[in-house]
């Protein structure tokens, strides 16, 4: 049983930047294909962006295109969500997931496994 739990997430004034690390254990997700989302209150969990299993393709986005960039170590079974250029709009509980299958799918229904959440609140 893949367990995933997220850190690096806080509070951050506008323009500045963040890193959600994402690691897992209970089993290797380097065959898995990896997304991260995000919630804002009274909003839906949205797609912030994906990453192949090999690392090779990444999507994201058009709200962090240009901002946001996917990574991954599959030798320390972690993957990572580098946030620059911050918002306050960016404000969200962000959740990384694990999805078995090796191509990315923006649907949250594809990821079988999701970690606690990790909040990140952006000042204006």
């Known amino acids: 049983q893949v367990q995933l739990v997220e850190s690096g997430g806080g509070l951050v004034q506008a323009g500045g930047s963040l890193r959600l690390s994402c690691a897992a254990s209970g089993g290797t997700i380097s065959t898995y294909a990896m997304g991260w989302f995000r919630q804002a209150p009274g909003k839906e969990r949205e797609f912030v962006g994906g990453?192949?299993?090999?690392?090779?393709?990444?999507y994201y986005a058009d709200s962090v295109k240009g901002r946001f960039t996917l990574s991954r170590d599959n030798a320390k079974n972690t993957v990572y969500l580098q946030m620059n250029s911050l918002k306050p709009e960016d404000t969200a509980v962000y959740y990384c997931?694990?999805?078995?299958?090796?191509?990315?799918?923006?649907?949250?229904?594809?990821?079988?496994?999701w970690g606690q959440g990790n909040q990140v609140a952006v000042s204006s």
């Open positions: 990453i192949s299993w090999s690392g090779a393709y990444t």
């Open positions: 997931a694990a999805a078995n299958t090796k191509v990315v799918n923006p649907s949250p229904l594809t990821y079988g496994y």
